[in-house]
């Protein structure tokens, strides 16, 4: 977990395309809405694209997509993102 | 399962936005819902019976909801039918939840979620549009989801009918639905992370092949949603739903506006002079007519607006414009909002219940009547017809058109500036989460279509035999009555004047007069101000009334008339320019509409916010026309 902590980074730092797993205290970082449409430690998140100047974000986790401002995401933080996956 | 059972039941759906839930519901009702709404919020509740069953079924089209842990006044509804909180409706016999094939591992936690929350409810699981996940190379074992849930799981394609029959056939006995299928009921986590871990380990155990992203969908949106194009885009749409509006319109409130004139005319040859004729023909054909000429426009408006929504654009558009709309403390929904506003406020404000954030749809209510909605047309037409001149300015636009355009802009930058202003004032805090889905491009089904639109012209038409003809009546009474002493051999014209003076309205006029000649105003604008706090376009039957202009529809007579009018002491007009812009600019802003204020007072329940919007709007209104009209007065 220390380990998982130094390493992590923030969701919105990940590029378009890339996919990061939320780290264990995820909870902690994030609204009961966000919670409920899922982000929870250990969902993958994908970035999908982002709008003009950044706003919104489009995100894929647990097979769907969802739109959300960086502002919202700021708290979520990531494992590393898997750069060579499928 | 068990025997169709007697007596009548009720099914409740459950499901989130864009699964498929109301074209399920048209599929078993046969699309015949009765509409009304749930008592104390405005929340359409949507309830119709089930075609070809041996007993009277009735489903109930809950509002859809991402979460029973609710957010929106919509959801809270959800919510409080299913655990028997909302008064007069009781707890339904059976649920079932509607869950999209395409995104079922999200779906799966609202199962989970509504299987915990109550234990004691017969449901079941509707899984639709599988058609979809085939055709992009999905499997899901659904026996092994029944087996795991407990529940009946019932694949279906609901626009080709398919899989509705055992769904129908299942409802005969709703209340024997299973909850245990292989024995024991399944524990359901209730706590979210608890929900997740639930849904992944069942999700693991029941897809068999994973499906390939939506190609279609994601080729469009590499354009529509591209930082430069997808902007282009949405300033082209825009600008063609404008055009269309305008020149679309045009032969269809021609041919409304003869047909009234007609009919006044008919009227008129058909009863003897008197009382009554003037009644019907000024007061009510004409007072009607000059709202029901707007319906071409209300039609066009929708139609583009439902069409751009069910195609799945209007979220492209709020994804486009989010970030702008940020900048004044509103999201890429009140966008949405503040467009349908161009029509009317009314429906545009009922479409606020959309936005999760309530200080985002309080600020986005509070903000939508300065949007130049469809009643101001009228006002716009007749003063700019008047008294703009009809001078080109290059570019194929001609003055009159850039005054209409300027009086748009100034709507939509003051709507967008108070907003900020209000979500930095009044109505501050924290923000909530924002969030919002893109949904994957479909042809909209052109039936639903067509009832959408019709829905809305209805409602139109009622304001118009409603307030709009009561109105008329009223305005048309107090400009008649009381008459004025003539004594005999006084040249009709001069009669004419004197009733017009002794009446009520005038007298309400006059006294009013005070408070409005800073911006210009006699009491003949005076009376119409008062009338049109009814709603805005009584101004111009109003106006026709005292200018004793027999139809106001000929806007060419009672633009004459207007031009024509002098001050008898002074000798000079009493509409120039400078009153012609000061008027416009007070109609930009003052909130001018009895449904409107209706509306808001259920939207924001209780007269608190509508009578806060209502002051600042009149304060606006009367400084703005100040400003414009001593401005003006001196360059012009």
Redesign the interface.
């Known amino acids: 977990m220390n380990q998982a902590t130094t390493k992590s980074l923030p969701l919105t730092a990940l590029a378009v395309g890339e996919t990061g797993v939320l780290e264990d205290d995820t909870?902690k970082a994030v609204?009961?809405?966000?919670?409920?449409?899922?982000f929870?430690?250990?969902?993958h998140v994908k970035i999908v694209?982002r709008?003009?100047?950044?706003?919104?974000v489009?995100v894929e986790l647990?097979?769907?997509?969802?739109?959300?401002?960086q502002?919202?995401l700021s708290g979520l933080r990531v494992a590393p993102p898997e750069r060579n996956s499928s | 399962m068990g025997e169709a059972q007697a007596g009548s039941c009720t099914v409740a759906l459950v499901g989130a936005p864009n699964t498929g839930k109301t074209t399920l519901f048209n599929a078993l009702t046969g699309s015949r819902a009765k509409v009304g709404n749930y008592p104390g919020v405005t929340v359409e509740r949507r309830e119709g019976r089930v075609r070809n069953s041996e007993r009277e079924i009735r489903l109930l089209d809950l509002p859809g909801t991402?979460?029973l842990?609710p957010?929106t006044p919509d959801e809270e509804v959800v919510e409080d039918v299913l655990s028997g909180r909302m008064a007069g409706e009781p707890v339904p016999d059976a649920v079932l939840v509607v869950v999209d094939a395409?995104?079922?591992?999200?779906g799966l936690?609202l199962v989970l979620q509504t299987l915990a929350a109550h234990p004691d409810l017969p449901i079941a699981v509707v899984v639709t549009m599988i058609d979809e996940l085939r055709a992009r190379g999905g499997r899901v074992d659904f026996d092994r989801l029944a087996t795991r849930l407990g529940v009946s799981v019932f694949p279906i394609v609901g626009h080709r009918g398919v899989g509705l029959e055992e769904v129908r056939r299942a409802l005969e006995s709703a209340e024997t639905l299973p909850r245990n299928i292989n024995g024991d009921a399944v524990e359901a986590a209730d706590h979210?992370?608890a929900r997740?871990?639930q849904?992944?380990e069942i999700w693991g155990d029941i897809q068999r092949a994973s499906?390939r992203p939506d190609e279609r969908t994601d080729r469009i949106?590499r354009v529509l949603?591209h930082?430069f194009f997808?902007?282009v885009t949405f300033a082209a749409v825009m600008i063609f739903v404008f055009q269309s509006i305008f020149t679309w319109a045009a032969p269809a409130m021609d041919a409304i506006d003869g047909s009234f004139a007609q009919l006044a005319g008919f009227v008129g040859d058909a009863l003897p002079p008197g009382v009554l004729r003037d009644l019907l023909t000024d007061g009510v054909i004409a007072g009607v007519g000059s709202v029901v000429i707007f319906l071409p426009q209300i039609v066009i408006l929708f139609t583009l607006i439902h069409f751009l929504e069910d195609v799945g654009y209007m979220a492209r558009a709020a994804?486009?414009v989010?970030?702008?709309m940020?900048w004044f403390g509103l999201q890429?929904r009140s966008f949405i909002v503040l467009l349908s506003c161009y029509a009317c406020a009314v429906p545009g404000i009922m479409a606020a219940r959309t936005i999760?954030n309530p200080r985002d749809r309080l600020a986005t209510i509070l903000v939508a009547p300065f949007m130049t909605c469809s009643a101001r047309l009228p006002v716009y037409t007749l003063l700019i017809a008047a008294f703009v001149p009809s001078t080109a300015v290059g570019f194929g636009l001609g003055l009159q058109g850039l005054v209409m355009l300027g009086l748009y802009l100034l709507g939509a930058v003051t709507a967008i500036g108070s907003a900020a202003l209000l979500k930095a004032t009044v109505i501050r805090g924290r923000?909530?989460?924002?969030?919002?889905?893109?949904p994957p491009y479909r042809f909209p089904s052109l039936r639903m279509l067509a009832s959408q639109v019709w829905r809305s012209a209805k409602a139109f038409l009622k304001r118009a035999g409603t307030i709009v003809f009561i109105a008329s009546l009223i305005v048309w009474g107090m400009l008649n009555f009381p008459k004025a002493d003539v004594p005999p051999g006084t040249p009709p014209a001069v009669e004419t004047q004197l009733h017009l003076e002794a009446s009520l309205g005038a007298q309400i006029g006059k006294a009013i007069e005070p408070a409005i000649a800073p911006l210009g105003f006699d009491w003949k604008v005076g009376v119409g101000l008062v009338a049109s706090l009814a709603a805005r376009e009584i101004i111009v039957a109003t106006l026709a009334q005292i200018y004793a202009v027999g139809d106001e529809e000929d806007f060419d007579g009672l633009r004459n008339a207007l031009e024509a009018d002098v001050d008898p002491t002074t000798g000079e007009r009493v509409f120039s320019l400078p009153v012609a812009l000061s008027l416009l600019v007070f109609f930009v802003f003052a909130l001018q509409c009895t449904s409107t204020i209706a509306v808001m007072v259920r939207e924001t329940g209780g007269w608190g916010w509508p009578a806060f919007a209502f002051g600042y709007m009149l304060t606006l209104a009367w400084v703005g026309a100040l400003i414009t009209y001593r401005v003006s007065s001196v360059l012009l």
């Open positions: 909870a609204s009961d809405r966000l919670c409920e449409l899922g929870v430690a250990g969902t694209r709008g003009l100047l950044g706003d919104p489009e647990r097979g769907y997509r969802i739109c959300l401002r502002d919202d | 991402y979460s842990n957010e395409t995104t079922l591992e999200r936690a979210p992370i997740f871990a849904v992944d499906l949106d949603l930082p997808g902007a994804f486009v989010d970030r702008i940020g890429g999760p923000p909530s989460t924002f969030y919002m889905e893109l």
